[in-house]
């Protein structure tokens, strides 16, 4: 909780201590998945063909978050290594992890709250949003996947 204090704008420490935070929970359950042999529902959608495929979306989507606002704030490119092949991932999750998270946590520490709220830029898929909404929806994203493998793991539905 203290790396909130070295954020300028502590309303960026606390969503990128969530999105962390989020992330490992993430991770965890994912390995639980993984353990129990979890199998997917039946889809068309590419990110859910297997449970390798959930993880690297997950982590793709992490590191595109923070590209994204770096560009549109005109900060330098983080320097995010592509998430591991599919083949690797299981075995380097934990690492890759580790990496994400550390370049999540400097680009945005000197910003001044105006910058995360003042104005809004289309995301990739095309819906407006402020810097804080996708800090929001960068830490979300995480919690979305962790809940739908929970109900698999459970059989809740």
Aim: proline share 4%; aromatic share 10%.
């Amino acid at each position: 909780m203290d790396q909130i204090k070295e954020y300028r704008y502590r309303g960026a420490g606390v969503l990128i201590f969530l999105q962390e935070k989020c992330m490992r929970s993430f991770l965890l359950v994912w390995k639980q998945a993984k353990e129990k042999n979890v199998k997917l529902p039946e889809t068309t959608d590419t990110d859910y063909q297997s449970l390798e495929t959930v993880l690297f979306h997950v982590f793709r989507a992490s590191r595109g978050y923070i590209k994204w606002i770096c560009e549109k704030l005109d900060l330098p490119e983080p320097g995010i290594d592509s998430p591991p092949a599919l083949e690797d991932i299981e075995n380097k999750a934990d690492s890759y992890l580790e990496h994400l998270l550390e370049k999540w946590r400097d680009p945005l520490k000197e910003l001044d709250e105006k910058v995360f709220h003042d104005k809004a830029y289309k995301a990739r898929w095309g819906v407006e949003y402020c810097i804080d909404a996708m800090l929001e929806h960068a830490v979300m994203h995480p919690v979305r996947h962790e809940f739908q493998l929970t109900n698999l793991i459970t059989g809740s539905n």
